[in-house]
């Protein structure tokens, strides 16, 4: 099946600061999520990006679907930005939507 | 618009009981999926529903594992008996129609965490 890998694994920021969160994956897909699971558990929907770029107050996302990876991006980050954050595709051969591992950001005051 | 409601939100049980999750999606949408999510790991597929049919289940442990979505609405997962290794968050999570197939957007519930002892 389809893999998928995000980096860095672990981020720390200090609030304020910019990130870049990067996701790659093994296939051509027709789907691609990012997540952000707040320390609750809950998965919050952060964009449904499959190629392009989009920009969502301080997050943005970019997506190169020929060269197989999406960035996203936070701005300004924030203490509530902690969290884990998901990519997760559906690849062209499949049909479920599969996760990567994630990215643990911790943003301090 | 109201988000996918889950039920219970956590659940202890001991080892080789049973348990049932409950899962309301957002209104009007006809996929629902219930994805397993253990600890450290992003969220695994467990089974995907159209309406009431079934269209994906391959990675659902059928020996213990059951789900069903009679009206085409609310689902139920049940474990029966449950094992040590079944301790993990259970999600749900509904996508709405028009997009195309694998296509959807997917909206998460808050999860049901299960302890099993």
């Known amino acids: 099946g389809i893999q998928v890998e995000q980096s860095p694994p672990d981020l720390i920021l200090q609030e304020g600061a910019n990130s870049t969160l990067r996701c790659n994956f093994s296939?051509?897909?027709?789907?691609l999520q990012w997540f952000h699971q707040n320390p609750w558990g809950q998965l919050i929907n952060l964009f449904y990006?499959?190629?392009g770029t989009k920009q969502n107050g301080r997050l943005s996302a970019t997506t190169v679907a020929t060269e197989r990876y999406s960035l996203l991006y936070i701005s300004s980050s924030q203490t509530t930005d902690s969290g884990v954050y998901f990519c997760?595709?559906?690849?062209?051969?499949?049909?479920?939507?599969?996760f990567g591992k994630g990215i643990t950001l911790s943003v301090r005051p | 618009e109201a988000g996918v409601a889950q039920s219970p939100r956590y659940k202890i049980i001991e080892k080789r009981q049973s348990v049932a999750f409950w899962c309301n999606p957002i209104?009007?949408?006809?996929?629902l999926y219930w994805y397993q999510q253990i600890l450290g790991q992003g969220p695994k597929l467990l089974i995907q529903f159209q309406n009431n049919g079934v269209v994906d289940d391959s990675q659902l442990p059928k020996d213990r594992f059951s789900a069903e979505r009679l009206k085409g609405v609310d689902s139920t997962l049940k474990i029966q008996p449950a094992k040590l290794e079944d301790s993990a968050v259970y999600l749900c999570a509904s996508s709405p129609p028009g997009q195309g197939v694998n296509r959807e957007t997917q909206y998460f519930g808050p999860g049901t965490r299960l302890l099993v002892l």
């Open positions: 296939d051509s897909v027709n789907n």
């Open positions: 209104s009007g949408h006809a996929t």
């Open positions: 997760a595709v559906i690849g062209k051969a499949n049909s479920k939507l599969t």
């Open positions: 990006i499959p190629s």
